[in-house]
């Protein structure tokens, strides 16, 4: 299965018959992510997954994935690289469980059908995974609720796209299977790199499991953006009418909305007197500081590039910044021989080797509980960092693992590198250069005591992620898929 496409929409609109849903609507649904799109009912999240999977055609605007118009695109072609989940799907009177499973294989055989091991394999592996493997001879229309939808997604499973649109596929489903079916399409959306986009109405759980979070109403985006920054009060209020309080979900310390209502109202404290001295908006922190400079606006690429690498290559250095269940951020300094973290994938990835100590246990102990990471590299003498955010999980994979080599008689691999117990896989989500003065006045090296001449400089970073991103601005296609470990 390749790895999930970008998504992207400009100036779409989509109606049924006169009636205009989505109007001029332009997104982005990041690549290999998992996006979900919330809002009230009738708001045009439905309409939306339909237009982006060519199930509604747009009376204007395109739809690519990729970089590839869909409609130049065969039905079976498409069916091949994305898969959808509309509302309640209908299956043919008397159908059994494994053959409408089996129905999501059609895209990959032949005009004349045939059934081989491959297929075989998806179907078995999507209802196992789904929990209706024991349901396989029994007719659709005979199961719950809940027990048909947990089989309508195994058929879309089964197709094994590289992208997953899924219309609210927790409905019907108690919360316990609710869970289980979106950490089932986090699984599919790690292991596989897949794009996952999911219309949810469940704002808590859209929270916890979005990496993109769209709020539409009106047939329009309202806000985008990673659940912790887009969620808020005020968001609550704007698309849904209603006030709530925003608090750390205690699980997951993603955003949590307690809803208030008629009997609960949300409390309105006294608002404390402001000081005459604080400083209250960003016009006031402007007049003071000024705006960034031109050269570091914009300057997030999504990947590691190959001068930056070099950089990364270079450093012994790494602080490592993770979030603690209670909601604060640990930041743990990791001291390691240059060149320990592997670049990978084109520099979509990172491997960071984990070594045993208490501090290192706290920073993973984090990543458990919440896979948001931040990496800023150092490098004595350098006057600037690298800076890396992403997403990582905690792996004794043995391949990833060989990436360190294997131990000799003594114990070290390649380059005196010790093979680690662990590793951190990171995906990373953007790098960017940045300012380090601070680090280096603090004298936390002795510059004489290591040669940095070869080490790429502040303006030829800058300048290699710009034209990274103007290259692949230019060329969608350049953005190869995540190969994996």
């Known amino acids: 299965m390749p790895a999930g496409p970008a998504l992207d929409a400009d100036g779409l609109v989509l109606r049924y018959d006169e009636r205009v849903v989505v109007d001029g609507l332009t997104v982005h649904v990041p690549p290999r992510r998992i996006t979900v799109i919330v809002g009230p009912n009738a708001c045009g999240k439905s309409t939306l997954l339909r ?10 605007g395109t739809v690519r994935l990729d970089g590839t118009d869909v409609r130049s695109l065969s039905g079976r ?63 659709v229309d ?41 950490d089932l399409l986090v699984d ?58 925003v608090v750390p979900d205690p699980v997951a310390g993603t955003p949590m909305i307690v809803p208030a209502g008629r009997h609960h109202p949300v409390p ?26 031109p050269m570091v606006a914009g300057k997030s690429t999504d990947r590691v590039d190959e001068v930056a690498a070099r950089f990364v290559a270079a ?3 790494v602080f490592l910044g993770t979030t603690a269940p209670d909601g604060t951020v640990t930041v743990t300094p990791r001291g390691d021989a240059p060149g320990s973290v592997r670049v990978l994938d084109g520099g979509r990835r990172l491997a960071v080797p984990e070594r045993p100590g208490n501090r290192r246990v706290d920073s993973m102990r984090n ?26 999980r905690v792996t004794r994979d043995p391949a990833v693992l060989a990436l360190w080599g294997p131990a000799d008689a003594e114990g070290q691999g390649p380059a005196g590198h010790r093979p680690p117990p ?57 953005v190869g898929p995540a190969a994996r470990v």
């Open 51 to 60: 237009g982006l999977g060519r199930i509604v055609a747009p009376a204007a």
């Open 77 to 139: 072609e498409l069916a091949r690289r994305l898969g959808l989940l509309p509302q309640s799907p209908t299956a043919p009177d008397g159908i059994t469980v494994a053959d409408l499973v089996e129905r999501g294989r059609s895209p990959h055989q032949g005009w004349f059908g045939g059934r081989g091991d491959t297929d075989d394999a998806a179907v078995a592996e999507a209802m196992r995974a789904t929990g209706v493997l024991e349901l396989a001879d029994r007719p």
């Open 142 to 182: 005979e199961l719950s609720g809940g027990q048909r939808q947990r089989v309508w997604i195994a058929m879309v499973l089964a197709q094994d796209t590289g992208a997953l649109l899924l219309d609210e596929p927790t409905t019907f489903l108690d919360l316990p299977h609710a869970v289980e079916v979106l």
């Open 188 to 245: 599919r959306n790690r292991e596989r790199g897949s794009t996952v986009v999911v219309v949810l109405h469940d704002l808590n759980l859209a929270c916890r499991y979005a990496d993109h979070l769209i709020a539409m109403a009106d047939g329009a985006i309202v806000a985008q953006g990673p659940p912790a920054t887009t969620m808020t009060a005020d968001l609550v209020r704007r698309v849904f009418g209603m006030e709530s309080r």
């Open 268 to 293: 309105t404290p006294a608002a404390p007197a402001p000081e005459p001295d604080a400083v209250r908006s960003e016009d006031e922190l402007r007049a003071v500081v000024a705006a960034p400079h």
């Open 315 to 317: 450093s012994p250095l």
């Open 367 to 392: 990543l458990l509980a919440h896979d948001g990471i931040g990496l800023t590299f150092c490098v004595p003498r350098a006057t600037h960092v690298l800076r890396v955010h992403g997403r990582a």
């Open 422 to 478: 662990l590793a951190l896989l990171v995906d990373v989500h953007d790098a960017y250069v940045h300012c380090g003065r601070a680090l280096a006045a603090a004298g936390l090296w002795d510059p004489d005591s290591w040669d940095g001449d070869d080490v790429p400089g502040l303006k030829e970073l800058a300048d290699a992620a710009r034209a990274d991103r103007a290259s692949r601005a230019e060329d969608p296609d350049t």
